[in-house]
């Protein structure tokens, strides 16, 4: 079974920074499409970072301050998130497009992780 992790949230001053990580776990996966979404109170939630088939997405709130990236070696997937401001604070997810194998059958879906929480505040 693919289970999604994700870690590095916590309280950070405005104007800091955090580094989320997502650890991608199980066997027979492969990854297509992957990104960050968050989940503010009383909010949507939203798209803030994507790599699809090839090409990375930001959300336009977040564009220049957080940076997607992953680490194949190490299944995993980063968010990098400088110049952090108080509308920021949210529970953050991390989801995975990926084909994964069980026994004989192939099927692609989409994977979350049960998120980490990020406050922003003074």
């Known amino acids: 079974q693919v289970q999604v992790v994700e870690s590095g949230g916590g309280l950070v001053q405005p104007g800091g920074s955090l580094r989320l990580s997502c650890v991608v776990h199980?066997?027979?996966?492969?990854?297509?499409?992957y990104g960050w979404h968050r989940q503010a109170p009383g909010k949507e939630r939203e798209l803030v970072a994507s790599?699809?088939?090839?090409?990375?997405k930001y959300a336009d709130s977040v564009k220049g301050r957080f940076t997607i990236s992953r680490d194949n070696a190490k299944n995993t997937i980063y968010l990098q998130m400088n110049s952090l401001k108080a509308e920021d604070t949210a529970v953050y997810y991390c989801?995975?497009?990926?084909?994964?194998?069980?026994?004989?059958?192939?099927?692609?879906?989409?994977?979350w992780g049960q998120g980490t929480q990020v406050t922003v505040s003074s």
């Open positions: 989801m995975i497009d990926a084909w994964t194998i069980v026994g004989p059958v192939a099927s692609r879906k989409d994977i």
């Open positions: 199980g066997n027979d996966v492969g990854i297509v499409n």
């Open positions: 790599i699809t088939s090839g090409l990375t």
